[in-house]
Structures are given as C-alpha cells and as structure tokens.
C-alpha cells in the first residue's frame, strides 16, 4: 500500500500524482507495527500504583472499619432473635444495627477510594467486600429486631 502523505489516500500501486489532491508525495504506507502490543506492555506496569500511601492508608482503614462493621452487626444479629421474646435486647440489638451498620458503610467506601487511588493490597477488597456484608447483617438485623418489638408491644 502507499499513502498521500498530503490528504491520505491510499493507493494499492505507486502512482506518481494523487488523483485526490494532486500532490506528488506518495510513499510506502508505513505499518504501525508498535500501536497495540506496546500500549499493553506500558500500560500494565505503569497501574499498580500499590505503593500510593493514600491508597494504602484508606485500605487499612476500610479494612478495620469493615471488621468492626461485621462483627457488631453479627453480634446484633444474634441478638435480634432473643429480642422475639425481650423487649430490651430487640431494641439494643436495633441500635447495635444501626450504629455499627455506619463502620460498614464507611468500609465498603473506603474500600473503594482506596482502590480508585490504585491501591492493590487485598486489604481494601476485604474492607470493602465486609462492609458490604454487614450492611446486608445490619438489615436482617434491623428487620428482625422491629418484629421482636412488633411482638413483645
Ligand atoms: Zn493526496
């Protein structure tokens, strides 16, 4: 193939003049061997900005925040099912609910902001995936608790 260098069309043989534009600058189509492959290769190496501190430090605390999360929303879970017949645990096991379901929420968040900075650790996707998990815990929790107050009412 050879190219206009002028307006680009192609020509499948050498042609001295270009019946588009006239100009006389037709050379051999240059193949752009580097386009794909390179842009792969760079670009890989160049993501895992794991040593981002931000990115780091935000995993960290969404990790912490998402185990803290899991586990009181767990607790209140457990909970939930001895307020069916006491008033005072549905309503602590309510408040449990909705105050942890806070750090859960705070790791699923975290988790992400980490990850968007970059940051590749596991510690993030833990935060994150556990923040998730007790949000779903505190609902259930939530839920079962107002029907333990429903009941002993
Ligand atoms: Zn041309």
């Known amino acids: ?4 260098k002028n307006c ?7 042609v001295n003049f270009c019946n588009q534009c ?22 890989a190496p160049v993501a895992p900005a794991s040593s981002s501190p931000a990115g ?14 899991i586990f009181f929303t767990g607790i209140s879970f457990f909970m939930s099912f001895g307020g069916f017949t006491d008033d005072d645990i549905a309503s602590m096991a ?3 609910a909705l105050f942890f379901v806070a750090f859960g929420i705070a790791g699923m968040i975290l988790g992400s ?13 833990v935060g994150k995936t556990l923040g998730m998990v ?14 333990g107050l429903c009941i002993n009412a």
Request: proline share 4%; glycine share 10%; with cysteine.
């Open 1 to 4: 193939m050879f190219v206009c």
């Open 8 to 14: 680009g069309e192609k020509f499948d043989t050498q």
């Open 22 to 43: 006239g100009s006389s600058a037709i050379e051999p189509e240059e193949i752009p061997v580097y386009t794909a492959e390179p842009v792969y290769t760079y670009s």
């Open 56 to 69: 780091k430090i935000l995993g960290i605390i969404s990790m912490v925040c998402g185990i803290v999360g």
């Open 94 to 96: 309510m408040f449990y």
């Open 113 to 125: 902001m980490s990850k968007n900075k970059g940051f590749m650790g596991s510690m993030a996707t």
């Open 134 to 147: 007790s949000i779903i815990v505190a609902g259930v929790a939530f839920f079962f608790s107002f029907i």
